[in-house]
């Protein structure tokens, strides 16, 4: 997939907009000029970042994904239209969610010099979110509807640390690598899983594991 291609499908199976195109651009610009000044994401993979940040982290809200109809139901439940972003980054797939939806995102980075870039560019951008600059650990923080998590912990602790921000109807929605059939066989030895693994649009090896979990009794 090329970069034009990527493009392609955010305009034509997304609707973005050219006014949110603008946008991500502009926080392109950004990413781009913050890399001078500190590591946020692998300078290989900029000239792919519409392939591999960009649609990588957009196709979370695909109808095939993460259905228009489940998205309108957690968004009327008691958390509201709150999305939870663990290890945000360089802002992916957090920014991109806040860029493209109506969903009110948080942005969980625990690093400080991270944490003020992604506030620079929500300021930048006017976006529905905020940061909260803190280890998941120690985040006192209310439950969610979605939690998504991109390169953050491997299965087990991932779903250990997001316990406190979920209830049994929040959504999950994780990219992961090749290893997800694997770490999902682990996580059932403890949780109660009703996830399935679907397939990357940006990446035929990798899976986006995606539903809801509960811990064992």
Request: glycine share 6%; proline share 3%.
């Given at each position: ?75 009327t ?63 006192d ?20 640390l ?38 990357s ?17």
């Amino acid at each position: 997939m090329t970069e034009d291609d990527a493009r392609a499908i955010l305009s034509e199976e997304f609707n973005v907009s050219r006014e949110t195109i603008e946008k991500i651009n502009i926080y392109i610009e950004m990413l781009k000029q913050e890399m001078q000044n500190q590591n946020l994401i692998s300078a290989a993979s900029l000239g792919f970042i519409w392939v591999r940040h960009i649609l990588d982290s957009a196709q979370l809200l695909h109808p095939e994904i993460f259905s228009a109809e489940k998205a309108k139901g957690l968004q009327t439940s008691a958390t509201g239209a709150s999305w939870l972003d663990m290890g945000s980054g360089a802002g992916f797939p957090g920014i991109i969610i806040a860029l493209m939806s109506n969903w009110n995102v948080t942005l969980l980075e625990s690093r400080s010099r991270r944490a003020g870039f992604l506030q620079s560019v929500i300021d930048a951008l006017d976006l529905d979110a905020i940061v909260a600059c803190s280890r998941a650990e120690t985040y006192d923080s209310h439950k969610f509807s979605v939690i998504s998590a991109r390169a953050f912990a491997p299965l087990p602790k991932l779903l250990r640390l997001a316990a406190p921000f979920s209830t049994r109807k929040t959504q999950y929605l994780l990219p992961k690598g090749r290893n997800a059939e694997n770490e999902l066989l682990e996580v059932r030895k403890k949780w109660s899983t009703k996830i399935k693994i679907i397939p990357s649009m940006t990446d035929s090896e990798a899976g986006i594991l995606v539903g809801t979990v509960k811990q064992h009794d």
